[in-house]
Each structure stands twice: as structure tokens, then as C-alpha cells.
């Protein structure tokens, strides 16, 4: 009947208005739980944190870290001690036997299935955290070097090499903004995503504006060097 159609219109007209507004609510609270789960989420005690102290080093690690501590500020025994963490990334020196013309006396070591022995075997014996330790090391060597004007070219040289070994993922220059990245990218992502509910013509400019947000900081801390 003609009532009857009235109703159901009057209905989907009701349905149709309440609809926006459950999917904008749906909307909000997925981006809330994925907020909260990239705040919470495991990267806080990822590769971020320095090593913990209790973390097992080799003596010979040790050793090369006291070796730079104690030539701080000296430009000849800090290229001597940069040696000898040298000769443990590219020999495994002290940490698994060495690696000579007469042979090899150094146990295996393959990343991907490719065999390593033949160049910076050290890399595969070497923890993460005795990684951490001495690149650590090596940063305050560097920084109190150009505070006594203790550093040469290849001092720097030899620094760039190094780190370059231990920490290609610049792990170091980062480790500050990897643990607010979490908190930082959320707000950073409910921002654009309040822009892209409520003023939809400027999304793409917002789009755009929080990814350099997010990655500009990395470029620029890595540019910037330890």
C-alpha cells in the first residue's frame, strides 16, 4: 500500500543517513587500534636500545674496546687499536681462529648459503651486541679525537671503513629516533587521517606531507653522521 512504501522509504532514507556516520565510526576506532598497536609494539625493544651490559663479548672485543677507550685523543694508537678491530672483521682474529696463506684454521661461516671465510669472516662470528660495543667505541673514539684535534685523515678514513662493517644500516645515527618513531608515526598517521575524513581536497598534499615527515628525520640523521 501506498503507507507501506512510505515507511520503508522514510526507513532506507534513515539507514542511508546513519550510515556515514557508523562508517566513519568504524573508521576511528580501526585507526585508534592501529595507532595503539604501532605505539605499544615490539620495535621499542628492537634494534634501537643499546646493548644491555650483560650481553656476552669475546675477550678479544673487550680488549679492542678498552684499546680505543685508552687511545682517545691519541691519532697514532686509535689507528692502531682501528688495526686490530680490523683484522677481527677480516680474519676473525680471537674470536674463531685467524685466516693465513697456509691455510685455514677458522671455523666456517655462511650468510645465505654463500661462503664467507674468504672475506670478513669476523662479521659472522661477531654478536650483535659485541657489534653495538664496538661501534659505540669507535663513535666516542672519533668524537674525542676532533674535540683534541687528535684526528687525521686516516683516522677517519679508517673510522668510515669500520663502521661502515659493523653497522650498514646506520643503526647508530637512528637509534634516538627509532624510539619515539613509534609514537611519532602514530600521531603523524591520525593527523592525516583526520585530513582525509574531514577536508578530503587536500589529502594528497596531507598524504604527501606526513611520509616526508616520517622519512625526512632518517635522511637527515644519517646525512648528519654519528
Known amino acids: ?39 605499544f609494539s615490539p620495535v621499542l625493544d628492537g634494534p634501537a636500545n643499546a646493548y644491555d651490559p650483560s650481553d656476552y663479548a669475546s675477550e678479544t672485543v673487550t680488549a679492542a674496546v678498552t684499546s680505543l677507550k685508552e687511545a682517545q685523543g691519541d691519532a697514532s694508537k686509535s689507528f692502531q687499536a682501528f688495526e686490530e678491530i680490523a683484522a677481527i672483521i677480516a680474519e676473525g682474529k680471537g674470536i674463531g681462529g685467524s685466516v693465513n696463506y697456509n691455510g685455514v684454521q677458522l671455523e666456517r661461516g655462511y650468510i645465505a648459503d654463500e661462503d664467507t671465510t674468504i672475506y670478513n669472516p669476523g662479521l659472522t662470528l661477531l654478536t650483535e651486541s659485541e657489534k653495538d660495543r664496538l661501534v659505540e667505541a669507535l663513535v666516542k673514539s672519533r668524537k674525542a679525537g676532533l674535540e683534541k684535534n687528535a684526528w687525521s685523515k ?22 634516538g629516533y627509532l624510539k619515539i618513531l613509534p609514537f611519532y608515526g602514530a600521531a603523524v598517521y591520525l593527523a592525516t587521517f583526520f585530513v582525509q575524513q574531514n577536508l578530503r581536497q587536500v589529502f594528497p598534499a596531507a598524504y604527501i606531507i606526513g611520509a616526508v615527515a616520517v622519512f625526512l628525520p632518517i635522511v637527515g640523521l644519517i646525512a648528519a653522521g654519528p
Request: with cysteine; hydrophobic share 45%; proline share 5%.
Open 1 to 39: 500500500s501506498p503507507l507501506c512504501l512510505e515507511a520503508k522509504s522514510d526507513s532506507d532514507d534513515i539507514s542511508q543517513t546513519q550510515a556515514p556516520g557508523r562508517s566513519a565510526a568504524r573508521n576511528i576506532v580501526a585507526a585508534a587500534a592501529l595507532a595503539s598497536a604501532v605505539t
Open 154 to 175: 686516516d683516522n677517519e678514513l679508517g673510522f668510515t671503513e669500520l663502521k661502515s662493517k659493523l653497522d650498514p644500516l646506520f643503526m647508530w645515527e637512528l637509534r
